[in-house]
């Protein structure tokens, strides 16, 4: 066809116009001409070339998915709500100002909104940023909030893995000056309750802080221009082994073969209260003032984490790093541990599930006179949760409700349709969660497999001889036993047995 010939002789121009490097405005002219001659060309086609599909890095959650992810939900919030925490919301998109020069190397991920005539936006990162936005904007000092929101990273998905472009934080903080770590080990507790109460299987809570990071880097002989760019190399030594963070720290950030050797010896120690006395008295680290200080509130926290009942579960570990620019202080991270299940080995790799940290500057960014609000939070890591609840529940075969419905309301005859919708509109006015099959003649048997299928624990059938006694046949699904209830009764007799089931 002579379009495509001339869509094709114009991509040669465009490539030649390149390889020569030419005027960038007559580049873009000649791409924006190909741009358009392959959209006349497409627009025929456009119907057969159309695939539905979702965007790269998200997904479509069905019935059965919500039902997982609603449990999670629950245990979350209900966590959250138990130790006190109020509920905010925010934009999903900020200012890109907002949110620019807050988390380090991971700004490249920042989706940008395109320029509408107006302001720069940006998608969320995260939900610590807006928080403290909204700290700086409305003069808060003092609140335990959580928000749980959706937030957008443009990432390399692992979807398997619980790794996408879209998807849910769970975040809870406490703002405000309070006394040393009381609010950081609170924190942790929720996290520890959190994981208990999901039935994840065995975790650990790694916890490190900045300022005993910083505090090595200094003492190994790191520059101080570069403690955020070797930080970030730490960070991921829970995903490589030393020996490539070492060759990223020497060949492509320039740290001295030396100083990368000394931070080796410090970044793979890991431990408990044991390792904080040692390092406490460790002739380095001792002299400098950040880590002597980190090492002393560390040890605060082990002490509060102890009278929680939680010190079990708690790793002092210097290879915590955290890449985001803006922690101060106690860092933390919850990782799965193998799994003994044969089934979900999977989950193993779906990794860290929580983390969070001390952010006592972030607030300050934000507020025209620099005012500082000290703040504490965690992340809850709802995706890779949902990643291995759903792996498990499909390991184990066990049948997911997607609805509450408490009772279909039947007919057991003909022309009853009147008196369904008579019964079903008593019970919804009593708050009971019930449904009909909308056939006006249905078959009773096919209502009673509607029940099998949905997991309906009750049917509520209406028959001419009940309604002239007075009395609905209400039938268990499970044990298929069938009591009469006077009418007046059955919302109570139908709560009663909801409880049971």
Known sequence: MAEEAAVRAQAETVRRLKQDKADPDEIAKEVAKLLNMKAQLGADEGKQKFVLKTPKGTRDFGPKEMAIRERAFKAIISCFKRHGAEVIDTPVFELKETLTGKYGEDSKLIYDLKDQGGELLSLRYDLTVPFARYLAMNKINNIKRYHIAKVYRRDNPAMTRGRYREFYQCDFDIAGQFDPMI???????IVHEILTDLQLGDFVIKVNDRRILDGMFAVCGVPDSKFRTICSSVDKLDKVPWEEVRSEMVGEKGLSPEAADRIGEYVQLHGGLDLIERLLQDPKLSQNKLAKEGLGDMKLLFEYLTLFGITG????????????????????EAVLLQQENEHVEEAVSVGSVAGGGRYDGLVGMFDPKGRKVPCVGVSIGIERIF?????RLEASEEKIRTTETQVLVASAQKKLLEE????????????IKAEMLYKKNPKLLNQLQYCEDTGIPLVAIVGEQELKDG???LRIVATREEVNVRRESLVEEIRIRTNQC
């Open 183 to 189: 609010p950081d080990a609170e924190c942790l507790k």
């Open 471 to 473: 009395v609905v046949k």
């Open 387 to 391: 990643s291995i609840l759903e792996q």
């Open 420 to 431: 369904r919708l008579k019964l079903i509109s008593e019970l919804w006015d009593a708050g």
């Open 313 to 332: 579960k708690i790793s002092f570990d210097l290879s915590l790093a955290r890449g985001l620019d803006y922690y101060t202080g106690v860092i933390f």
